[in-house]
């Protein structure tokens, strides 16, 4: 039996009255939770594992136990190890960040989340924000697996070459969203693992450019052998490719007008 005098339940406050209800967050902090969802993605998936960690992790091993391929004159894992740490810049920025972003695009995730209040520029920004956060891990794992073997870069040369993978992750990146806006998502997977297999076996990013015979001018001018003389001139000699920055930043911004102009969010 309740009291007649018992007064009424307190209204629960309408969405108006909420501090904050229906202001999206600040633009900063929807990118780093954009960001920290993909790259949580890219980090579960053992396929991407397979591809940014595991394989240039079996590579790096490989080529610093053994005499073949010859790598040039200076020791094998000075020459090893950065090589491998361009592949995984490559791996990550270009390859996974094409077929993801391919599927997504198939699925409808992308248009779905262009609409809202992320925007499409914040989820392009969450995205090359969370590639990375993967490729930092990958410095750290490959780069410690290095140390191990035997590798011991100036400090000089590993201040170079992080504006240097940087720039390397700017072009592969802006190559990557190309392909995923504009094939098919099964295309992409197909173009983007024989793409990565080409560039390993000719593209001047583990293998020295010089070491490629006559082909050595088209791995250079490749993004590809551009990163990896890059990261090794600065690793191994300390100093800047000027050559190897003006191709980077050449394919960086002519597939960067490409993305701008051709990408298809469906």
Same mark, same amino acid.
């Given at each position: 039996?309740?009291?007649?005098?018992?007064?009424?339940?307190?209204?629960?406050?309408?969405?108006?009255?909420? %501090?904050?209800?229906?202001?999206?967050?600040?633009?900063?902090?929807?990118?780093?939770?954009?960001?920290?969802?993909?790259?949580?993605?890219m980090?579960?998936?053992?396929?991407?594992?397979?591809?940014?960690?595991?394989?240039?992790?079996?590579?790096?091993?490989?080529?610093?136990?053994?005499s073949?391929?010859?790598?040039?004159?200076?020791?094998?894992?000075?020459?090893?190890?950065?090589?491998?740490?361009a592949?995984?810049?490559?791996?990550?920025?270009?390859?996974?960040?094409?077929?993801?972003?391919g599927?997504?695009?198939r699925?409808?995730?992308?248009?779905?989340?262009?609409?809202?209040?992320?925007?499409?520029?914040g989820?392009?920004?969450?995205?090359i924000?969370?590639?990375?956060?993967?490729?930092?891990?990958?410095?750290?794992?490959?780069?410690?697996?290095?140390?191990?073997?035997?590798?011991? %870069?100036?400090?000089?040369?590993?201040?170079?070459?992080?504006p240097?993978?940087?720039?390397?992750?700017?072009?592969?990146?802006?190559?990557?969203?190309?392909?995923?806006?504009?094939?098919?998502?099964?295309?992409?997977?197909?173009?983007?693992?024989?793409a990565?297999?080409?560039?390993?076996?000719?593209?001047?990013v583990?293998l %020295?450019?010089?070491?490629?015979?006559?082909?050595?001018?088209v791995?250079?001018?490749?993004?590809?052998?551009?990163?990896?003389?890059?990261?090794?001139?600065?690793?191994?000699?300390?100093?800047?490719?000027?050559?190897?920055?003006?191709?980077?930043?050449?394919?960086?911004?002519?597939?960067?007008?490409?993305?701008t102009?051709?990408?298809?969010?469906?």
């Amino acid at each position: 039996m309740t009291s007649s005098s018992a007064s009424p339940a307190a209204p629960l406050p309408t969405p108006s009255l909420v %501090p904050g209800a229906g202001r999206a967050a600040p633009a900063s902090r929807r990118v780093v939770a954009q960001a920290r969802f993909d790259a949580g993605v890219m980090l579960r998936n053992g396929e991407q594992l397979l591809l940014t960690l595991i394989l240039p992790a079996l590579l790096l091993v490989g080529l610093a136990v053994t005499s073949v391929p010859d790598l040039g004159p200076q020791q094998r894992i000075d020459l090893a190890a950065p090589g491998v740490l361009a592949l995984a810049v490559m791996s990550t920025a270009f390859t996974g960040q094409a077929i993801g972003t391919g599927f997504d695009r198939r699925y409808g995730v992308l248009r779905l989340l262009a609409t809202t209040p992320l925007g499409r520029g914040g989820l392009l920004a969450g995205r090359i924000l969370a590639v990375l956060v993967v490729e930092a891990v990958q410095a750290v794992v490959l780069g410690g697996l290095a140390l191990g073997l035997g590798w011991r %870069p100036g400090p000089v040369g590993l201040l170079l070459a992080l504006p240097l993978a940087v720039l390397g992750t700017a072009a592969f990146a802006a190559l990557g969203l190309l392909l995923a806006g504009t094939l098919r998502a099964e295309a992409v997977l197909a173009a983007a693992n024989l793409a990565w297999v080409l560039l390993l076996v000719g593209g001047g990013v583990v293998l %020295p450019a010089d070491r490629l015979g006559g082909w050595a001018p088209v791995a250079r001018a490749l993004p590809s052998g551009a990163l990896g003389d890059a990261l090794r001139t600065a690793t191994v000699e300390g100093r800047v490719s000027w050559a190897a920055v003006l191709v980077l930043g050449a394919w960086a911004g002519v597939a960067a007008a490409l993305v701008t102009r051709f990408f298809r969010w469906d």
